[in-house]
């Protein structure tokens, strides 16, 4: 049904994405495809590293641990981009389209008020991804 699964992960907040990362680590088991994990990361340094090497190499630890935790095959994606709280939903697209992912599996958040006037990343990229994105809240 599906061949390789997106996950969109922010390594800053890696302890609320349980729910997601079991979601996606069962769907991979189930159909029996990978899974990757996307990052996105700046230039700059930020609270998660201080190059987007260091970013890169952070990303593909945590890849090798969910994989091995959850018997899984699992990759990674660090994307570098100049502004991702700006361009974040375009560089998960971009992301998407770069891999081959036909399934992303991503945590949300509960809605509130911001999320009546501006669109969340889950739900823009809901909107505007050419495949099936599935949002765990």
Do not use: Q, W
């Amino acid at each position: 049904m599906y061949k390789k699964i997106m996950v969109p992960v922010d390594l800053a907040h890696a302890d609320r994405l349980d729910k997601a990362l079991t979601t996606a680590a069962d769907l991979s088991r189930h159909y029996k495809i990978p899974v990757c994990y996307v990052g996105i990361t700046a230039t700059t340094p930020g609270p998660v590293a201080h190059t987007p090497e260091e970013f890169k190499s952070k990303l593909d630890a945590f890849a090798k641990d969910e994989g091995a935790k959850r018997g899984i095959d699992a990759s990674s994606l660090a994307k570098v981009s100049h502004d991702p709280s700006v361009d974040l939903d375009e560089t998960l697209v971009s992301a998407l389209n770069e891999i081959g992912a036909d399934l992303v599996v991503m945590a949300s958040h509960v809605p509130g008020v911001p999320e009546h006037i501006f669109a969340s990343n889950a739900g823009y990229l809901a909107s505007h991804a050419p495949v099936s994105v599935l949002v765990v809240r």
